[in-house]
């Protein structure tokens, strides 16, 4: 079944400063990726969602690039601030049914 | 607006004792339903989908059984609890005829089994 590999698990950034996110997935039929941020002791907020047809997405400060070459999805934070510290997951699914989570970046921005 | 609710917030509860956990959503007909587990500092594992009243189906079997008793709740139960079974419990759900497959989670209910 498909796997997602998330790294970094942990990563520390200035106020200002991008934070990067990457996960690896394996199964070529996966048709729809999502970012999730998690804050502590909460639910899972869905950040965006993108269907494999799609390379790239911009919303509200966040980047996503899709490369299905080297089936890699990447999560772009600019500018980070304080506000985005939270557990950040990538998740995918194929069916619909099951959504395969990554194993998490715990990310800081400190000031 | 739809609106997703867990109960408990938190339980602590003995080794062998029963359990049931509760999920509910508001302003949507006919979701599609989820409960997922994380393990403190983890990921998180799909446990049960549900696409109609009165079907469920297990993902992984972790000694725990889930229950649509109504289009709007989803149960999560287990007679027995074992220490494994700590963790935070989130429940989420979907539109069912909505291609993106975009899945909305509640807040979660903390399980502390000693």
């Known amino acids: 079944g498909e796997q997602v590999e998330q790294r970094p698990p942990h990563l520390s950034v200035p106020e200002g400063d991008s934070a990067v996110i990457i996960c690896t997935y394996t199964d070529s039929a996966t048709a729809y990726f999502y970012w999730y941020k998690q804050e502590p002791g909460a639910g899972l907020q869905l950040l965006m969602s993108v269907f494999s047809n799609v390379d790239r997405k911009e919303e509200q400060g966040l980047t996503v690039l899709l490369n299905k070459k080297d089936k890699q999805l990447s999560l772009n934070l600019t500018a980070a601030h304080p506000g985005d510290s939270a557990v950040y997951f990538c998740a995918s699914t194929s069916s619909g049914q099951k959504l395969v989570f990554g194993q998490g970046t715990i990310l800081k921005v400190y000031l | 607006a739809q609106t997703i609710h867990q109960w408990p917030v938190a339980e602590i509860k003995a080794v062998g004792s029963p359990l049931s956990l509760g999920c509910t959503i508001k302003?949507?007909?006919?979701?599609?339903l989820y409960w997922y587990w994380q393990a403190t500092g983890g990921t998180l594992q799909q446990l049960f989908y549900s696409i109609t009243v009165g079907q469920v189906e297990s993902v992984v079997q972790l000694n725990l059984s889930a229950s649509r008793p109504k289009d709007d709740q989803f149960i999560l139960s287990t007679e027995k609890l074992l220490l494994s079974h700590s963790g935070f419990y989130l429940c989420a759900w979907r539109e069912r005829d909505r291609s993106s497959y975009e899945q909305y989670f509640g807040p979660g209910t903390r399980l502390t089994v000693l």
């Open positions: 302003g949507k007909s006919s979701p599609n």
